[in-house]
């Protein structure tokens, strides 16, 4: 497994960071009233706000009729950092356990001082297995293969095994088929170690089949409630099913993006009013302003013309750090208090147009995706650079993450 690449978590007066010694340096540095570059640093980093988080729990709740919340934090908490939005959510009560994808994750978080129960909803390695289920992994039975494992594994290791069934009612990814499911589920239950905990499937985007999912779901429980299996945790709404198909709500809900303070669509103005709010800025020191000439061209592809002489800033982000590289669609970046066109996105680097008088310096601190204005909030931003609004699930894992209590 990968070593963690959190190495400490230190407490400050503005709340817990978790980061890699030289990414804190950067942090103290960053925060201290000076701007030069060499005192800040030179690297981009993710700033998350627990106030935001816990609101946004609170607003699920409300909106699922204080249905308790899996938070799926699957794709490092879609870039944010799997640990640090676990960090935040261990104090909310209305968070009962967290979902993920990857085995090694699940082992990281608790490795990380995560109490909550963790439920894998994807694969694991055989050599993984018994590790698991000493850190209280609960796994997913979605496959003849899966159900296999879990079996050889109740085999050899006699401590309990949580299990949850994971269904296919349609979305056809993942999940035992519903209609060839009940005989696995039978022999799983008759293994006197295994405990199934709860049962689950996934709604697809389109209403009616989603309410056709929903009953074959129910209608599978209730055949193994005929067969004497009762399973008391039934779950299967995404973001976007929470949010508009009440019968999904079940035992709870299971959202991703909304954690976040983003619907899952770009257009869902029906529910503008619920007032999520967005919980991580994105930001980076100018490490370069300089004046170019009329005629001059930025970037590789030479997408941006200078039409005057004019101020150009660069900031150490680019795509390969994970910021969408259509953001030189349109996409702004506040500095101080003024927003900026992005007119070049590459690998490690993009460019601002500050335009005739330079308003920026280097060592000022950028927010490409943050709260203070529409533009840049992240579906104000995905908007604008015509994008989606899962854009964040690119940010590479080595962005520095820093947790604090609210953004000032
Ligand atoms: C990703 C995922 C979710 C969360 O999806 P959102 O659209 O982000 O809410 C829920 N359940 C499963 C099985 C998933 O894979």
Redesign the pocket.
């Known amino acids: 497994m990968k070593k963690s690449r959190r190495n400490f978590i230190k407490n400050t007066s503005l709340g817990i960071i978790a980061m890699s010694s030289a990414n804190l340096a950067l942090y103290a540095k960053s925060t201290s009233k000076s701007n030069s570059t060499e005192e800040i640093g030179a690297l981009p980093w993710i700033e998350l706000s627990r106030k935001a988080y816990l609101k946004n729990i609170g607003i699920i709740s409300k909106i699922t009729d204080n249905r308790s919340i899996?938070a799926?934090l699957?794709?490092n908490a879609?870039g944010l950092g799997d640990i640090e939005v676990a960090t935040i959510l261990e104090n909310s009560k209305n968070v009962r356990s967290y979902?993920l994808?990857k085995d090694t994750r699940c082992i990281a978080l608790r490795k990380n001082g995560i109490k909550k129960d963790i439920l894998l909803?994807g694969d694991f390695s055989k050599s993984l297995g018994s590790q698991l289920v000493k850190n209280d992994v609960t796994l997913s039975v979605f496959s003849h293969e899966s159900f296999s494992k879990i079996k050889s594994l109740a085999k050899n290791y006699s401590k309990k095994i949580k299990v949850q069934l994971?269904f296919d009612t349609g979305l056809g990814r993942?999940g035992m088929p519903y209609y060839k499911s009940l005989r696995w589920v039978k022999e799983l239950s008759e293994i006197p170690n295994v405990f199934i905990e709860g049962a689950?499937s996934?709604l697809t985007t389109p209403k009616d089949f989603a309410i056709e999912q929903i009953n074959r779901f129910r209608n599978t429980i209730s055949k193994l409630n005929n067969m004497g299996i009762s399973i008391n945790l039934l779950h299967i709404?995404?973001?976007?099913s929470?949010l508009e198909i009440e019968q999904s709500h079940l035992d709870c809900v299971?959202?991703?993006?909304?954690?976040h303070g983003t619907l899952?669509l770009v257009n869902m103005p029906a529910y503008n009013d619920i007032q999520l709010a967005p919980t991580f800025r994105l930001r980076a020191p100018v490490i370069r302003v300089e004046k170019l000439k009329k005629g001059d061209t930025i970037g590789f592809s030479r997408f941006y013309e200078l039409k005057q002489d004019e101020w150009i800033a660069t900031l150490p982000i680019g795509w390969a750090d994970g910021y969408y590289s259509g953001a030189e669609n349109g996409a702004k970046v506040l500095i101080h208090d003024s927003l900026f066109d992005v007119v070049n996105v590459n690998a490690s680097h993009c460019n601002i147009l500050v335009g005739l008088n330079k308003k920026v310096n280097v060592g000022d601190i950028a927010t490409l995706i943050g709260t203070e204005r529409s533009e840049i909030t992240p579906e104000g931003f995905s908007k604008l650079a015509n994008g989606h609004n899962?854009l964040q699930i690119n940010y590479k894992e080595s962005l520095p993450k820093i947790i604090v209590d609210e953004f000032n």
Not at 254 to 259: A, D, E, K, S
């Open positions: 899996i799926v699957k794709n879609y979902a994808v909803m994971y993942m689950y996934t709404a995404p973001s976007q929470a299971r959202p991703g993006i909304l954690l899952p899962y």
